[in-house]
């Protein structure tokens, strides 16, 4: 079964600077979707930023990137210019691909880590 | 367009009482998720329904679990009897369709549930 892992329960930031969550899976799979999901205080959660395995290179969501290890199995996000609307719960999540058939369409979430953005 | 709406949003009840949560996904989405989000874990899939079949239930515990989405549209989560190990909050999600290049899961805000 496939698990990921947030290394990070609680992070804090100030305002304008950059920060970087850390995530790491483990899967026997070469076709996969990882994610990054914000979910703020008592709001739904949404999703931050996408990564196709297939891909080498790293997306990129405005003040959003991410840095994908394959070989490593690691997935960070990086957060620029942090805003004092960032401070959310953050989940890592991973989603295999379509050769797996329809038990790889769940998500498996990490356990989240949350930001704090200090002004 | 309005997103995946959820009810109630808070629910307090006693332990061995029964409990509903309602959700209607976004409109079109054939993909509707069930999931259960314990406090400061990730959520974790109950069921999974594309259209009116529960494709995904092998998380759902079945003993008190139920969940029906009839004509593929609205979706009802039940306990009964609740336990107080099912204090969590309940998550509906929706998406277009599982089975293609996977966009979002849209979210709805979760249904709190205290049993006590």
């Known amino acids: 079964a496939q698990t990921v892992t947030q290394s990070q329960p609680e992070m804090s930031v100030q305002e304008a600077e950059t920060v970087t969550l850390s995530c790491t899976y483990d899967t026997s799979e070469s076709d996969y979707y990882l994610f990054w999901y914000k979910q703020p205080p008592s709001r739904q959660m949404i999703l931050v930023i996408r990564?196709?395995?297939?891909?080498?290179q790293n997306a990129t969501e405005n003040r959003f990137s991410v840095n994908f290890q394959k070989a490593a199995k690691s997935f960070s996000l990086k957060i620029s210019d942090s805003q004092l609307g960032d401070a959310a719960m953050y989940f890592c999540a991973y989603r295999g691909g379509r050769k797996g058939g329809g038990s790889n369409y769940k998500l498996t979430f990490g356990k989240g880590t949350l930001l704090t953005v200090n002004p | 367009e309005a997103g995946v709406v959820q009810s109630p949003r808070y629910k307090i009840i006693e332990k061995k009482q029964p409990v509903a949560f309602w959700c209607n996904p976004i409109?079109?989405?054939?993909?509707l998720y069930w999931y259960l989000q314990n406090l400061g874990q990730g959520p974790e899939l109950l069921i999974r329904?594309?259209?009116?079949?529960?494709?995904?239930d092998s998380q759902l515990p079945k003993d008190r679990f139920s969940a029906e989405r009839l004509k593929g549209v609205d979706s009802t989560l039940k306990i009964q009897p609740a336990e107080l190990g099912d204090s969590a909050v309940y998550l509906c999600a929706s998406s277009p369709l599982a089975g293609a290049i996977p966009g979002e899961l849209f979210f709805g805000e979760g249904s709190r549930l205290t049993v006590l």
């Open positions: 409109s079109g989405h054939n993909t």
């Open positions: 329904y594309e259209n009116e079949e529960a494709v995904d």
């Open positions: 990564q196709e395995a297939y891909k080498q």
